[in-house]
């Protein structure tokens, strides 16, 4: 019995031993990671204002930052960058930022830290490092899980202007059109008529999805005979983007081009032929938008009466619901006099 006490006794006391040991080195290294960070803090105070100046003075080549101190020159080049418009002044944070840590993001993206890796893409994508692209797409090749870490080096190439992003994603058929519309948003200005050619010619049908997206969210008006080129495509997903395209640009070189879609069997294309009548207030299709009115699926509905509001305003509504012969479609034209009238009673 005594020895059995003894053992929970002897047990007891290399436990709290353990727990104290355990917590004086947790509190020593939370200390020098205060202590480092307010060393990091007060250089980086001490660096800004010798930045900005040699931002401004265009006599001076010598970055004013102290060797090896990266965190603070990325805090300093991100900080700089955020203050400033002026793409001059922008083209000089970067090609600093360049001269500073290429070297080390080279060896930090060779390095076996996953979140190292992830975090030292996100600033090379925002300094536009240029010159480490064939170390990105190296490491793009490597990586082999569909983590963050290749969604990131995805992103980061294309800003970095590298077009055979878009053959990598055609290789991986998991790839979400989501994907490929983040490399679009991120691809330079002088990049995208290769990439608008390339996907034109050689692309998926994910990717000229993915492309007629990004062309309406950006309403690139010079890309329009593509986007109404696909107005006649035979897969109807195409088609809908396409018109969702031409309603997100507020614009189509011929109204008789959305004639057909006032027939269609697709109720997408229905109702987005409603809504760019609506937008552009083309008043040619009050026949079809009164037959919408009454259309088996809701949405066509609700957007053929907007359609009729913005185009014939609140007296052709106030007829269509008391005389139209279907009873969804009064019903319909009601429901946006009444939310008209809510609104303008909420603006008064």
Not at 51 to 56: E, R, S, T, V
Not at 194 to 201: A, E, F, L
Not at 236 to 253: G, P, T, V
Not at 268 to 273: D, K, N
């Amino acid at each position: 019995m005594n020895s059995t006490l003894t053992f929970f006794i002897i047990l007891f006391f290399m436990l709290a031993i353990f727990q104290l040991i355990l917590l004086l080195v947790l509190t020593s290294k939370k200390m020098k990671r205060d202590k480092k960070d307010q060393d990091e803090q007060n250089i980086y105070k001490e660096a800004m204002p010798a930045f900005i100046n040699y931002l401004y003075n265009e006599k001076d080549d010598y970055i004013p930052l102290p060797p090896d101190e990266y965190h603070v020159a990325e805090q300093l080049f991100s900080s700089s960058m955020a203050i400033t418009k002026d793409e001059d002044l922008q083209h000089k944070i970067r090609e600093s930022a360049s001269f500073y840590l290429s070297s080390h993001y080279e060896k930090v993206m060779n390095a076996a830290d996953w979140s190292a890796r992830v975090n030292a893409l996100y600033y090379i994508e925002d300094f536009r490092m240029t010159s480490l692209q064939p170390v990105l797409a190296k490491r793009l090749m490597a990586v082999k899980e569909q983590d963050e870490e290749k969604q990131q080096l995805l992103r980061t190439l294309a800003a970095l202007g590298d077009l055979s992003v878009l053959s990598h994603l055609e290789n991986e058929p998991s790839t979400k059109e989501s994907v490929y519309l983040s490399v679009f948003k991120r691809f330079p200005e002088d990049i995208i008529p290769q990439s608008v050619s390339y996907v034109r010619q050689e692309g998926s049908l994910k990717a000229n999805i993915s492309l007629l997206m990004y062309l309406g969210l950006t309403k690139k008006l010079s890309y329009l005979s593509f986007v109404e080129e696909n107005l006649s495509h035979q897969n109807s997903e195409m088609r809908i983007q396409a018109l969702k395209a031409l309603f997100q640009m507020n614009y189509i070189s011929n109204v008789n081009l959305i004639q057909p879609f006032f027939y269609s069997e697709v109720w997408e294309e229905r109702m987005f032929a409603a809504k760019i009548t609506g937008v552009l207030t083309l008043t040619q299709f009050e026949k079809e938008l009164t037959e919408f009115l009454g259309d088996s699926v809701w949405w066509v509905r609700y957007y053929a009466a907007e359609a009729l509001l913005l185009t014939y305003g609140e007296s052709k509504l106030l007829e269509l619901s008391q005389r139209h012969p279907d009873q969804y479609a009064r019903n319909m034209a009601a429901q946006w006099l009444r939310l008209e009238r809510q609104v303008a009673v909420a603006h008064d």
